[in-house]
Structure formats: structure tokens, C-alpha cells
């Protein structure tokens, strides 16, 4: 499975699931679809203070990894980096609930990484995310910032969005109904300094056991950084 380019669109192909993400629109997140007809947005990514189409500045594919630039400009105090990534599902979790959702096979996992910088002395960058998902009472809720476990209304795909651990000070959840918004960052940072954040989520078409979500997590707290951090 590889990404691919066309003008400002990247689409994604699996044995399973079908991918499009506009890249100057990134507030629609990633277009995502399984081969039954399934349909999901991941990552809808908002730029607060900024105009409504982003201007792109490069965008390409290294090691698998999609990465799209969004340079600094007036309106936007910060410039702005998305690394995309495909991962292997891994697990020794066995369930009946997971054995019959078969999420190893026919599941997916997304990782993004968000990156921020800027040229000026005293900025506050924020990123927001708006997700719109009717939420499980899998995971626990040991972790109310690090995941979000939910239902895509009204394709009923099973989502999953995992915050690694070392990005939760930065990150807020504000939850109301089936409206979720997370708002990363938003604190002091200079000129120079990089900012950065990493989510990954699972999307899978029939619900796995809540001990399967612990374990994906758990990976994500024991993974190494990827060589693009």
C-alpha cells in the first residue's frame, strides 16, 4: 500500500479500504472508504486564524509517509507539517468480540504526526480537530485524554483515536453529544522551537474488545519515534 500524488490530492489504496485526502482542505480530514461501501473522515484537521484554503506549500511522499507543508503567512502565525502513515495492526489480544471484527486483516491504523514552527518572537499556534462520533464505553476510562473510542455516524464503523502519552499536556478534549473537539497546543513558543504532536487511529468495521484498544494503545506508548520526528 502507497500513497498517491496528483496536483493537490493524495489518494490511498488497500486490499480493503480506499483513501483521498485534498491537501488544501485539510479540515475534511482523510476521505476514508472500505471495499463495502463504508465511509469514515479521519484527521479533520482546522487551522484556526487562517483563511478558509490553506496555501499549500510542498507535498510528497518519503518512505511511505505522506507529508504535506503548509508555510507561515499572514493569518497564521506558525507553518505547518502532516505526516501521514499506514501501520501494521499488531496484537496477541484474542477475543470472540475481535476474532469476529477481524481487525488484524481488515483493519486499518493511521498515524499522523502534526508539526509546528514559526519565524516569529511570541506566538500561541492552536490546531484544532472536530470528530463527530457516537462514543462506546470501550476503552476505560483510565485514559480520558489518550483515547476516544467511538461509532462514525451514519456508517457505524468503529473508530478509535489514541493521543501518544507525550502530547496529552498539550492536548484538549471538549465533548458534547456526538460533537468532539480536540485542541492541541496553544501555549507560548518561540522563534526556532518545533512543536510537535502524535495521534494514530483505528478503524475497524465491527467493534473489538476494549482490552485489543488497551493493548493498541500500549504500543503507541512503547513505539520509537518515527526517523521524521
Known amino acids: 500500500m502507497s500513497w498517491q500524488l496528483s496536483s493537490s490530492t493524495a489518494t490511498l489504496s488497500t486490499s480493503f479500504w480506499s483513501g483521498v485526502l485534498d491537501l488544501e482542505n485539510p479540515q475534511n480530514g482523510l476521505s476514508l472508504e472500505s471495499d463495502n461501501g463504508l465511509k469514515s473522515n479521519l484527521f479533520p484537521i482546522s487551522l484556526m486564524q487562517t483563511p478558509a484554503t490553506p496555501l499549500l506549500s510542498e507535498c510528497f511522499v518519503r518512505q511511505g509517509d505522506l507529508i504535506v507543508v503548509y508555510p507561515q503567512r499572514e493569518g497564521r502565525p506558525f507553518s505547518l507539517q ?7 495492526i499488531e496484537s496477541h489480544i484474542q477475543s470472540a468480540v475481535t476474532t469476529a471484527a477481524n481487525p488484524l486483516e481488515k483493519g486499518l491504523l493511521v498515524e499522523l504526526w502534526i508539526s509546528l514552527q514559526t519565524y516569529l518572537l511570541d506566538t500561541h499556534p492552536t490546531i484544532e480537530m472536530d470528530l463527530h462520533l457516537n462514543r462506546t464505553s470501550a476503552p476505560p476510562s483510565t485514559h480520558p485524554i489518550a483515547i476516544l473510542s467511538g461509532t462514525c455516524p451514519p456508517s457505524g464503523l468503529h ?7 507525550h502530547d496529552q499536556r498539550d492536548t484538549k478534549w471538549r465533548h458534547h453529544d456526538v460533537h468532539h473537539r480536540a485542541t492541541f497546543f496553544g501555549h507560548f513558543m518561540e522563534k526556532g ?4 504532536a502524535r495521534l494514530r487511529c483505528l478503524v475497524t468495521r465491527m467493534p473489538v474488545c476494549s482490552d485489543f484498544i488497551a493493548d493498541q494503545y500500549q504500543q503507541l506508548v512503547e513505539s520509537p519515534l518515527p526517523l521524521t520526528a
Not at 159 to 165: E, H, L, N, S
Request: glycine content about 0%; proline content about 11%; aromatic content about 16%.
Open 82 to 88: 502532516l505526516d501521514y502513515r499506514i501501520l501494521p
Open 159 to 165: 473508530v478509535t483515536y489514541f493521543v501518544d502519552p
Open 193 to 196: 522551537v518545533i512543536r510537535r
